[in-house]
């Protein structure tokens, strides 16, 4: 069964650094998302992405945050300038549909120190 | 807005009982889309089902079902003769219709269901 696919699964950075965050999407799929969960707390939204542009985005995806679908299958979530709260869990999604389900990915741990 | 709520933080059932999780929403839109996702001790997000607005009947699928009703704007789950396997955060979602945005997902703050044996 198709899967969204991420990497890696956990990242340690130092504040300040840049980091990129990969996805696999289902091939299939045409509407791509970035979540994050913070430890213990609920899942935000952060952007959605279609016809390789970027359609919605939350106010937590400020100028440091950008996001690219460099080739036919990877969609990458790139942080610019890391901060200690963007500590969190990073999940991709994406669906075949306008408001269908979302298939979630494994999740990238990421640990700012 | 957007809101979801799932009142309940934490629910305890031994094994066998049968337990409901709650879902309220709050939404302008005539047009919407109600998910429920599983989330086990290892992290991952499962896709559980999706219901749009327009489809009010209820749902079973083996021991899960879905209970929807516009008029309370609730979307509950219920799970029946409940296994430790079922121990995991559950998240009910909104999604809003064409035009309102981009479908992302607005999730409530989940219920942590422990499954005693």
């Known amino acids: 069964e198709p899967e969204v696919t991420q990497t890696p699964s956990h990242q340690v950075t130092q504040m300040g650094q840049e980091v990129i965050l990969r996805c696999v999407p289902i091939s299939n799929h045409l509407y791509f998302y970035w979540y994050r969960q913070i430890l213990g707390q609920k899942v935000e939204f952060l952007v959605s992405?279609?016809?390789?542009?970027?359609?919605?985005k939350s106010e937590i995806f400020d100028d440091q945050f950008s996001v690219e679908r460099p080739d036919g299958s990877n969609f990458t979530l790139k942080i610019r300038s890391t901060k200690l709260e963007d500590s969190a869990m990073y999940f991709c999604?994406?669906?075949?549909?306008?408001?269908?389900?979302?298939?979630f990915g494994p999740g990238t741990r990421l640990t700012v120190t | 807005a957007q809101k979801v709520t799932q009142a309940q933080t934490e629910i305890s059932v031994v094994e066998k009982e049968d337990v409901t999780l709650d879902c309220v929403y709050e939404?302008?839109?005539?047009?919407?889309?109600l998910f429920w996702y599983k989330q086990p001790p290892s992290g991952e997000l499962v896709f559980l089902i999706r219901?749009?607005?327009?489809?009010?009947q209820n749902e079973i699928s083996g021991r899960y079902s879905w209970n929807f009703q516009k008029s309370t704007s609730s979307f509950n789950f219920t799970i029946t003769a409940s296994q430790v396997v079922d121990s995991a955060v559950y998240f009910c979602?909104?999604?809003?219709?064409?035009?309102?945005?981009?479908?992302?997902?607005?999730f409530g703050k989940g219920t942590k269901l422990s499954v005693i044996p």
């Open positions: 939404t302008r839109d005539t047009t919407y889309y």
């Open positions: 999604a994406s669906s075949r549909r306008q408001g269908g389900e979302q298939y």
């Open positions: 219901r749009n607005s327009f489809d009010e």
């Open positions: 979602a909104l999604s809003e219709a064409p035009g309102a945005g981009s479908y992302q997902l607005t």
């Open positions: 992405f279609y016809n390789n542009e970027i359609s919605e």
